[in-house]
Structures are given as structure tokens and as C-alpha cells.
């Protein structure tokens, strides 16, 4: 570790996993403070109740429900505010932290916290940029469950951020993207994203018909996606398997979701659960069908890593082909017919696709450790260190 000072930027507490964009917080502090010495700070939007002993964290609990004159003003893609909003008890704080020490390197969590601190000069601003802010839009404006009217909106808004967005990482010092093949301009590095749970226990079950999904099911991409699963592919595979299993794990789900998903055979709801690796024990397969949102999905590497057979969308896939190969890792279905097939093919014969777990695992293993996230961090953010 250098004598050089870092401030680390986020709205996400750097102490907590619940999330994959908690995750990411965590294993990037964690890798920053392996480089440097690093302050955090800390602008509270999601964790009230949970505190922090770290000295050199300085959390800050901010509102940002914004007025409806503020709310029309982020409308118009004309400057940072189509971002996010400036907040003046940020950007205040923000200026007296630099000020009252000399930083060798700030380092923001997303653009948006950027833009919400006020930042004007990003030459000396290194961004984690995650995920591509306008890929979500994008994709929204693109998806037809959509009234014609919201797609319009999205289409506007996506223009809107990529071409404010844009011209932002082409001037901060340093950006990072979750995907590689976001890497857009020669300031831009891969900062791959890895599993929260990665551990030499076994989770190998005993091979059997148990099918699992995990993710924060208030999401609207993981919602829509199982949605999609239950209606379009989860009642072919029961026809051929009347004894397999469905488990949805994470809070959020929409009641009226719920309630019309447990109308399916053998589909379990639960919400939120305290013990996940019992979970994952007790399946054997580890579906991924999301088709929407931006950049990687990281329970997919987190399945990976607890040695489950993964069945995952193409869009679910994105950002992994550098490192995973399809039919040696994992299994990627490209359409509704081919999901259905594919976990047909799985569930006929669990013990024969159980080489794909182990494969899977060992390529995690491999590529997807803290020591990748140090490794680019070391080598691009201070290399004289």
C-alpha cells in the first residue's frame, strides 16, 4: 500500500451486501483501501438503520425527493440535471471534505453521485461508472409492454443521458464499467464484477428437480424477467416435469405478482430469506431470466460460485463471454423455446449436467476474485505505487 490519499464517493454503504450495486461498493472500497489510504464518504440514501464504527467514514443521511419544478427540470437533456440533481448539502459537504485535505485521487460511485455532489471539473475525477447510464433507458424504450407513450419518453430520456454522459467520461480522468465491452473510449477500464459468496465449501446438493432465481425482486428488470419465466417457459417445463420446483428468492416482489405466480404449480415465493446458502443447497439449478436493465448480472457469477448448474438469457450473459463459455460453464438460452429445452435437457438427466457446475465454479474461481479487482485498481488508478 502507498502513502497516496483516495476519497471514495458513494450512496451506498460500503459495509453492507444486500445488493449487487452494495457489492460492487464493497469490493471496490475494499480493493481501494488494499491501494491507498482511503476516506469514505458517505451520503446515506438507503441504510438508515445501519451504522458504521469506521473512523474514516463520514456518513451523511440525505433526502433527495425533489420538487416537481426540479423533477421537470431533469426532464430537459440540455446539462447534468438529465443525470441527477444537484443537492446543495452535498455539494457543500462534498467541497469542504476536498478542501479540508488534499486528495491524491477522488473516486465516485456512479456518474450520478458525481453530478449530485456538483461537480464541475472531472479532469482529476475517476468514475465508476458500473453501468452505462443510458443502457437502461435504452432498453425500456425498446421493450413493447410498454405503452407507446412511456417507450417515447424513454427513447428521449436514454438521448438525453448518452449525449450528457458521453462527453462527461470522455473528460474525468478514469471510468470503470462492469461489462468490457463498454470500455467506449481509451480512459475507460474493465473492472469485472465478482460474487458477493465465494467460498471452498461445497454447495453441490443432492442432484435433484429444484430450480432457484435470486435478486431484489423490487427491480423491475428481475420482476418482468421471472414474470416472463413463469408465463412463457416455467408451464412447458412442468408438462415434461410435473415434480420440479421454482423458488423465488428476494424481497420486493410486487404483491399482485405474487399472488398470480403462486397460482402456477410448484411456484414458491419467499421473499426475503435469512440463510441464502441453504438455498442454494437445496437446488440444483439456477435460472437468470432477465432481458433487460444494463450492465452484468452478478448472481449469475454469484450461482457460479456456489457450484449450481445456471441456465441463463443471452441478455443475462452480456458482459461474460470473455471469461465463460456457453455449454462448457453454463447454458444460454437465445429464446423462449430454447429455455425450455435447455432446462428440459437439465432437469432429464441433473447428475450428467453436473460438469457444468464444477466447470462454471473453476472459471469464477479463476477470473473473478478480489485479487482481479486489486489488480486493475493498482494498475490503473496508481501504477507508481
Excluded at 405503452?147 to 417515447?152: A, E, H, N, P, Q
Excluded at 429444484?210 to 425482486?217: A, K
Excluded at 440463510?275 to 435460472?287: A, F, H, I, P, Q
Excluded at 435447455?342 to 453436473?354: E, T, W
Aim: aromatic letters at 12%; charged letters at 20%; glycine letters at 4%.
Amino acid at each position: 500500500m502507498c502513502d497516496k490519499n483516495i476519497l471514495f464517493v458513494t450512496t451506498y454503504n460500503p459495509y453492507v451486501q444486500k445488493t449487487g450495486a452494495h457489492q460492487r461498493t464493497r469490493h471496490l472500497f475494499n480493493a481501494l483501501k488494499q491501494t491507498a489510504h482511503v476516506d469514505v464518504l458517505f451520503f446515506n440514501l438507503y441504510d438508515k438503520n445501519v451504522p458504521i464504527t469506521d473512523s474514516h467514514v463520514f456518513m451523511y443521511d440525505v433526502d433527495l425527493e425533489a420538487g416537481a419544478l426540479s423533477k421537470l427540470k431533469g426532464c430537459v437533456p440540455f446539462g447534468q440535471h438529465v443525470i441527477a440533481l444537484k443537492n446543495g448539502r452535498c455539494s457543500r459537504i462534498y467541497r469542504e471534505m476536498i478542501q479540508r485535505r488534499k486528495y491524491d485521487v477522488v473516486v465516485f460511485r456512479y456518474l450520478a453521485t458525481a453530478v449530485m455532489c456538483g461537480v464541475e471539473d472531472y479532469a482529476d475525477v475517476v468514475i465508476d461508472i458500473d453501468d452505462i447510464p443510458w443502457h437502461n433507458y435504452h432498453k425500456m424504450a425498446e421493450n413493447p409492454s410498454y405503452s407507446w407513450i412511456k417507450r417515447v419518453y424513454f427513447g428521449y430520456k436514454s438521448w438525453g443521458i448518452k449525449r450528457v454522459a458521453s462527453r462527461i467520461m470522455k473528460r474525468c480522468r478514469l471510468y470503470y464499467t462492469a461489462n468490457p465491452q463498454d470500455c467506449l473510449t481509451d480512459n475507460s477500464r474493465y473492472l469485472p464484477n465478482i460474487p458477493a459468496i465465494l467460498e471452498s465449501q461445497d454447495y453441490v446438493s443432492a442432484c435433484n428437480k429444484n430450480i432457484l432465481f435470486v435478486g431484489f425482486m423490487a427491480f423491475p428488470p428481475n420482476y418482468q424477467g421471472v414474470d416472463h419465466f413463469i408465463n412463457y417457459i416455467w408451464r412447458n417445463v412442468c408438462r415434461k416435469h410435473p415434480d420440479a420446483h421454482f423458488y423465488v428468492v428476494g424481497k420486493g416482489t410486487p404483491e399482485h405478482l405474487r399472488k398470480a405466480w403462486e397460482s402456477y404449480p410448484h411456484v414458491h415465493v419467499l421473499g426475503f430469506v435469512d440463510d441464502l446458502k441453504e438455498m442454494y443447497r437445496k437446488c440444483s439449478v439456477v435460472v437468470s431470466p432477465v432481458y433487460s436493465g444494463a450492465g452484468t448480472n452478478i448472481k449469475v457469477l454469484e450461482a457460479l460460485a456456489m457450484k449450481k448448474i445456471c441456465v441463463v438469457s443471452d441478455f443475462a450473459f452480456k458482459g461474460f463471454d470473455a471469461h465463460l463459455t456457453d455449454g462448457v460453464d453454463l447454458l444460454v438460452a437465445r429464446s423462449d423455446s430454447d429455455y425450455t429445452v435447455l432446462l428440459d435437457k437439465v432437469l432429464s438427466d441433473v447428475s450428467a449436467c453436473m460438469n457444468l457446475a464444477v466447470h462454471g465454479y473453476v472459471s469464477i474461481r479463476k477470473n473473478y476474485t478480489s485479487c482481479a479487482v486489486v489488480s486493475v485498481i493498482k494498475d490503473s488508478l496508481l501504477p507508481d505505487c
